[in-house]
């Protein structure tokens, strides 16, 4: 079974300073990641996503994240945050493709980071 | 436009009463997907589906039903059997194939029980 740990459930920062948001995963397969970003009482909107090749990712809104498979991490990264970015941060992860099974289609989330960004 | 729609945005329930919420996709998409979040514990899967008359129990699908009789719907009705059925509800919706593409994401549905 996978599972999706987000280290940190509030992150506070300044405005224009960086951020990082951490995510660890476990599963007995290899995965595919992804990161997404739920503005209040909204929807959630795909900020990247890593299915294969380059292990550095970037997103839209300058996000970037980096996938480390010894490590089993997807860090998430803005060199600097402005007030918009004030919302909660999601980390998913799906299994690869297995065959006849398009597992591929179903994500588990991690718990969430909220982010609030300090004038 | 082309998205997913969810009504209605806020939902009061009485205890006992079942309730359903709307989920409807103009994205062509085959697979549809609805989500419970509550605080703190991210979001849940409560039950998929891939293709039309198919669908499949997520991780959280106790108390709950629903039916995919439309490519472009997936309504999903909270039973009385649902212990604990305050939350915000998301419907998702993707293509299906190979390597998973975008979950596109509904505005959700605030459901509380009075």
């Known amino acids: 079974a996978q599972s999706v740990t987000q280290l940190d459930s509030q992150v506070p920062v300044f405005e224009e300073a960086p951020v990082e948001l951490r995510c660890n995963y476990s599963?007995?397969?290899?995965?595919?990641l992804f990161w997404y970003v739920q503005y209040p009482n909204q929807g959630l909107q795909l900020l990247l996503k890593y299915l294969s090749g380059s292990t550095l990712v970037k997103g839209i809104n300058g996000f970037e994240a980096e996938f480390n498979k010894s490590q089993t991490s997807f860090h998430l990264r803005k060199p600097s945050v402005h007030i918009s970015d004030t919302a909660e941060y999601f980390c998913?992860?799906?299994?690869?493709?297995?065959?006849?099974?398009?597992?591929?289609?179903?994500?588990?989330f991690g718990g969430g980071t909220r982010v609030l960004v300090k004038p | 436009d082309g998205g997913i729609t969810q009504s209605p945005k806020y939902l009061f329930r009485k205890e006992g009463q079942n309730v359903t919420l709307s989920c409807e996709q103009n994205l062509n998409h085959d697979a549809m997907y609805w989500y419970r979040q509550d605080p703190g514990q991210g979001l849940r899967l409560i039950y998929y589906?891939?293709?039309?008359?198919?669908?499949q129990k997520g991780d959280i699908a106790e108390g709950y039903s629903v039916s995919r009789e439309k490519k472009e719907s997936f309504p999903l009705t909270v039973t009385s059997a649902q212990k604990n059925p305050t939350a915000f509800y998301l419907c998702?919706?993707?293509?299906?194939?190979?390597?998973?593409?975008?979950?596109?994401f509904g505005p959700g549905t605030r459901l509380t029980v009075l």
């Open positions: 998913a992860v799906s299994d690869r493709w297995r065959g006849f099974v398009a597992a591929g289609n179903k994500l588990t």
């Open positions: 589906s891939q293709i039309v008359n198919d669908f």
């Open positions: 998702a919706s993707s293509s299906t194939g190979k390597v998973p593409s975008e979950q596109f």
């Open positions: 599963s007995s397969v290899s995965v595919y």
